[in-house]
C-alpha cells in the first residue's frame, strides 16, 4: 500500500508545470505591446494616463507570474487586463485633446481681456485718472501766501 501510494505522488510532485501554449503567450505580448502603444498615444496627447500605466503594469505581472508558473489562467487575464487598455487608452487621449482645447480657448480669453483693458486704459486712461483726481481733492482748499 505504501509503495503504490510513493508510487503516485512521485510524479505529481516530481512534475514541472504545465507547458505554456506559445501561441498564448505570443498573444499575451502582442496585447501588451498594442496597450503600451495606447498608452503612448494618449500620454501624448495629454490624457491622464496614470491608471492605464497602474493597468499596464499589473498585466505585465500576471504575465509573467503566468509564465513563470505555466499557469495559462494567469495569462488569460494579463490578455482581458491588456484589452481593457486598449479600450481605455483612445478615451483618456480625447480626454487630454479636450483638456487642451480647453486650456488654448482660456488662455485666448484671457489674452483678449488684456487686450481689451489695455486698449480702454492707454484710451481713456488719463482722463480717468485726472477725474478721479479731481474728484477725490475737491475738498481741499488752496491759499495763497
Not at 126 to 136: D, N, Q, V
Request: hydrophobic share 50%.
Amino acid at each position: 500500500m505504501t509503495v503504490l501510494l510513493l508510487a503516485c505522488l512521485v510524479p505529481i510532485v516530481t512534475s514541472e508545470p504545465d507547458a505554456i501554449d506559445a501561441n498564448l503567450t505570443n498573444e499575451a505580448r502582442t496585447k501588451l505591446a498594442t496597450a503600451f502603444e495606447g498608452v503612448a498615444e494618449a500620454d501624448a496627447k495629454g490624457g491622464n494616463v496614470t491608471t492605464l500605466v497602474v493597468e499596464l503594469n499589473d498585466a505585465l505581472a500576471l504575465l509573467e507570474r503566468g509564465e513563470a508558473n505555466g499557469d495559462e489562467g494567469l495569462i488569460r487575464d494579463a490578455i482581458s487586463k491588456a484589452e481593457e487598455v486598449t479600450a481605455e487608452a483612445p478615451i483618456i487621449a480625447k480626454q487630454g485633446e479636450e483638456a487642451a482645447q480647453a486650456r488654448l480657448v482660456e488662455a485666448l480669453l484671457v489674452l483678449g481681456l488684456v487686450a481689451i483693458s489695455v486698449m480702454v486704459i492707454w484710451r481713456y486712461g488719463s482722463r480717468i485718472f485726472w477725474k478721479l483726481w479731481t474728484r477725490s481733492k475737491r475738498d481741499w482748499r488752496v491759499e495763497a501766501h
